[in-house]
């Protein structure tokens, strides 16, 4: 397992900018596909986006398709979420979440591991 830490999140107005950054501690985060996930109040957790081992392959929920962007950094055991044109619908509790695999098909499911979350509102 990795530990996660998550940070970057905040208060915006619709339209605006945010990025998150997911902090991984331990030897086998490059062996790990990454992803994010969000859980508004009220609401299941939903999965966001997720990126292979590699960073070649990335995934995206519809409704966050071509305004999001994740990446990551294995040099630094890094993963980003670039959140841009955001909505009052992505407000949320954004978490980052690690599993072990170094396929480039990545589940939405399985992840074992993950971080306290970091707070993401968006207003009107």
């Known amino acids: 397992q990795v530990r996660l830490v998550e940070s970057g999140g905040g208060l915006v107005q619709a339209g605006g900018s945010l990025r998150l950054s997911c902090a991984a501690s331990?030897?086998?985060?490059?062996?790990?596909?990454m992803g994010w996930f969000r859980q508004a109040p009220g609401k299941e957790r939903d999965f966001v986006a997720a990126i292979s081992w590699s960073g070649r392959t990335t995934y995206y929920a519809d409704s966050v398709k071509g305004r999001f962007t994740i990446s990551r950094d294995n040099t630094k055991n890094t993963v980003d979420l670039q959140m841009n044109s955001l909505k009052p619908e992505d407000t949320a509790l954004y978490y980052c979440?690690?599993?072990?695999?170094?396929?480039?098909?990545?589940?939405?499911?399985?992840?074992?591991?993950w971080g306290q979350g970091t707070q993401v509102t968006v207003s009107s």
């Open positions: 331990g030897r086998t985060f490059s062996s790990n596909a």
């Open positions: 979440a690690a599993k072990p695999g170094v396929s480039e098909v990545v589940f939405r499911s399985g992840f074992g591991s």
